[in-house]
């Protein structure tokens, strides 16, 4: 059972970058899949979440809205999240975590879901972006 992340980097202001978040272990047709940022000196944060079921439901936080996209393919195992319109408030490391149906994330009608919930998490990929 793995999650790894990639696609960080460093990026000037403005510029994009697609982090992608594969998945190994997991059935990957039923779960919920969210993507986390911490900042240095700052507590982690829910940035984007994606459910996928009979159909898809996406979540994105405030600060990322109209910016970011989440998007998912299942044949791929992978989630991706395509960042646009950078900003250095941006910067930090990303990580995804999942919880799949049969691990309860049928508990949760709405998105996102807490992240002491989730079950399993990458160990992250390192976005900057300098201004």
């Known amino acids: 059972v793995q999650l790894v992340e990639s696609g960080g980097g460093t990026v000037q202001a403005g510029g994009s970058l697609r982090l992608s978040c594969v998945g190994s272990?997991?059935?990957?047709?039923?779960?919920?899949i969210e993507w986390f940022r911490q900042a240095p000196g700052k507590e982690r944060e829910v940035v984007s979440s994606?459910?996928?079921?009979?159909?898809?439901?996406?979540f994105y936080s405030d600060s990322v809205k109209g910016r970011f996209t989440i998007s998912s393919d299942n044949a791929k195992k992978t989630v991706y999240l395509q960042m646009n319109s950078l900003n250095p408030e941006d910067t930090g490391v990303y990580s995804c975590?999942?919880?799949?149906?049969?691990?309860?994330?049928?508990?949760?009608?709405?998105?996102?879901?807490?992240?002491?919930?989730?079950?399993?998490w990458g160990k992250g990929t390192l976005v900057t972006v300098t201004s």
């Open positions: 975590a999942i919880l799949e149906f049969w691990k309860g994330s049928w508990r949760y009608p709405n998105l996102p879901i807490p992240a002491d919930a989730m079950d399993f």
């Open positions: 272990g997991f059935i990957f047709d039923d779960f919920v």
């Open positions: 994606i459910s996928v079921s009979s159909g898809t439901r996406t």
